[in-house]
């Protein structure tokens, strides 16, 4: 396959592309129930909430080959949610490019509701309790006065948890399989390590290996800057 650009090939830099791009897709998937879930922790205290807590932060601690055949067994066709999405919407999740979508939200999801969780206990809960004693509903508190003071730790976890799934292979692998025309960055890595013959094929893993320290520590610092602003803004 010829060379592209930077000694990487076209199929290279589309698999770079591509986990961008389900990265980005997976923030949207699971950013919303991460904010209901990060201020629910924050601030309440309920029968169950450990459990809860456990459950979020179960991916962070199984191998994710186990989580990945955890969904292929619940969102494969026969699974108790797979048959559902299919028997109502005509949706198929596995080895279609929404499993690896599912697969990096999963994934990058404890590290997105830590994240929330502790932006929103930085937060003084008298002023989400004052715009209530002024006439504003649970919600138009949360999106006024909580969520604004809370935006940069809330970014923070959506760059952790996207950098996080940049990287993700082994659910990915188990859940969306290996498609040689559609492969992530990491599974691209994968094929051509398995692959690589003659000459020049080592020093185009390291070429791979650079991009992804690349993206890792750009998605780093940026995580990094933003929480210290917000340090800075409690501080203030």
Known sequence: MAES???LTAQDWQAVARSVEVSAGAIVLSLPLGLGLGWLMA???FAGKTLLETAINLPLVLPPVVTGYLLLVWFGKKGW???WLFRWFG?????????AVVAVAVLGFPLLVRAIRLAFQGIDPRLYQAARSLGAGPLDAFLTVSLPLARNGVI???VLAFARGLGEFGATLIFYGNPEQAPTLPLQFFNTWEN???PG??????RLVLVSLVLACAALAGSEYLERQGQRRESA
């Open 201 to 206: 094929g080592e020093d185009r893993l390291w």
């Open 43 to 45: 601030r309440k205290n």
């Open 196 to 198: 690589q013959t003659g």
């Open 81 to 83: 949610i797979g048959s």
């Open 91 to 99: 949706l198929e999740i596995a080895f279609t490019w929404r499993a």
């Open 5 to 7: 650009f930077l000694g």
């Open 156 to 158: 923070a976890g959506v």
